[in-house]
C-alpha cells in the first residue's frame, strides 16, 4: 500500500468542551497519513493523477478553524471523511489531531486522538415486482453510481423468482451487486432507502410487492 502524508500542520480552532476553548480558540496539529493501492501519478507524472497536497491541507485548515465542536475525535473524523471523499483513488485515511494546550492541570506533551476512515465492500441485493422492473432497477443502479460516496464495483445478472411469504403478487426480478464506500453500515442503510423511497417503494404489506427493494447482504 502506498502512503501519501501531511504531517504536524498547526492550524488555529475553536474545538473543546469548555466554553473558554471555544472563545479563545488554540493551536492544533494535524497529522493526514493516505493510503492508496494505486497512484496513477508514478507514472505520469501528472498532479491531476495523484493527491494534490495543497488541496489537502486547505481541507484540514477549513475545518479545523470553522469548527465549534467538542471533541477531537469527531475533529479528525470530519477531516478523515472529507479527505477521503475528496479523491476516489484514497482506500483508506488516517488522521492525527494533538492538542498540546489542552486546559488540564498538569505536565503533558499533547492530548491526541487518531482516527481512521476507510473504504469497504457493501454486497446488495435488488429487487423488485412492480412496474417495468428492469428498468426501475436499471435506475436505482444509476443512482447508486451517481452517489459521491459510492463506486458500483460488480453487478450481477437478474433472475426471475417466485415470491415468498405473500403469494398473490407477481414473480420478481432480483439481483445483486457490490458497492464500495467509506460510508458507516447505517449511513449505507439510509442511502438505500433514500433511493426506495424516490422509487416509489410503500411499505403496506410484509414481503409484499414493490417497485424496487435494496438490502445490505454482507458488509464488514
Given at each position: 500500500?502506498?502512503?501519501?502524508?501531511?504531517?504536524?500542520?498547526?492550524?488555529?480552532?475553536?474545538?473543546?468542551?469548555?466554553?473558554?476553548?471555544?472563545?479563545?480558540?488554540?493551536?492544533?496539529?494535524?497529522?493526514?497519513?493516505?493510503?492508496?493501492?494505486?497512484?496513477?501519478?508514478?507514472?505520469?507524472?501528472?498532479?491531476?493523477?495523484?493527491?494534490?497536497?495543497?488541496?489537502?491541507?486547505?481541507?484540514?485548515?477549513?475545518?479545523?478553524?470553522?469548527?465549534?465542536?467538542?471533541?477531537?475525535?469527531?475533529?479528525?473524523?470530519?477531516?478523515?471523511?472529507?479527505?477521503?471523499?475528496?479523491?476516489?483513488?484514497?482506500?483508506?485515511?488516517?488522521?492525527?489531531?494533538?492538542?498540546?494546550?489542552?486546559?488540564?492541570?498538569?505536565?503533558?506533551?499533547?492530548?491526541?486522538?487518531?482516527?481512521?476512515?476507510?473504504?469497504?465492500?457493501?454486497?446488495?441485493?435488488?429487487?423488485?415486482?412492480?412496474?417495468?422492473?428492469?428498468?426501475i432497477?436499471?435506475?436505482?443502479?444509476?443512482?447508486?453510481?451517481?452517489?459521491?460516496?459510492?463506486?458500483?464495483i460488480?453487478?450481477?445478472?437478474?433472475?426471475?423468482?417466485?415470491?415468498v411469504?405473500?403469494?398473490?403478487?407477481?414473480?420478481?426480478?432480483n439481483?445483486?451487486?457490490?458497492?464500495?464506500?467509506?460510508?458507516?453500515?447505517?449511513?449505507?442503510?439510509?442511502?438505500?432507502?433514500?433511493?426506495?423511497?424516490?422509487?416509489?417503494?410503500?411499505?403496506?404489506?410484509?414481503?409484499?410487492?414493490?417497485?424496487?427493494?435494496?438490502?445490505?447482504?454482507?458488509?464488514?
Amino acid at each position: 500500500m502506498n502512503r501519501i502524508s501531511l504531517k504536524q500542520m498547526k492550524l488555529f480552532g475553536h474545538t473543546g468542551c469548555l466554553p473558554e476553548e471555544k472563545k479563545n480558540g488554540q493551536y492544533f496539529y494535524v497529522s493526514i497519513d493516505m493510503f492508496c493501492r494505486e497512484i496513477p501519478g508514478t507514472l505520469t507524472d501528472d498532479l491531476n493523477d495523484t493527491v494534490n497536497y495543497a488541496d489537502v491541507y486547505e481541507i484540514a485548515k477549513k475545518i479545523v478553524e470553522e469548527s465549534d465542536g467538542n471533541l477531537i475525535e469527531h475533529l479528525a473524523f470530519v477531516i478523515g471523511r472529507a479527505v477521503i471523499g475528496k479523491y476516489g483513488l484514497i482506500d483508506s485515511v488516517r488522521v492525527l489531531v494533538r492538542k498540546p494546550d489542552a486546559p488540564i492541570d498538569g505536565e503533558f506533551d499533547a492530548m491526541e486522538t487518531e482516527i481512521s476512515v476507510s473504504r469497504k465492500d457493501v454486497v446488495i441485493g435488488f429487487g423488485g415486482n412492480m412496474g417495468d422492473r428492469e428498468q426501475i432497477i436499471n435506475e436505482a443502479l444509476d443512482m447508486i453510481r451517481a452517489n459521491p460516496a459510492f463506486e458500483l464495483i460488480k453487478v450481477s445478472s437478474l433472475y426471475e423468482t417466485e415470491p415468498v411469504g405473500y403469494d398473490d403478487q407477481g414473480d420478481f426480478l432480483n439481483g445483486c451487486a457490490v458497492i464500495r464506500t467509506y460510508l458507516e453500515p447505517v449511513e449505507v442503510l439510509h442511502e438505500l432507502q433514500r433511493i426506495e423511497n424516490e422509487l416509489h417503494r410503500v411499505r403496506t404489506i410484509k414481503n409484499g410487492p414493490r417497485t424496487i427493494d435494496l438490502d445490505i447482504l454482507l458488509i464488514p
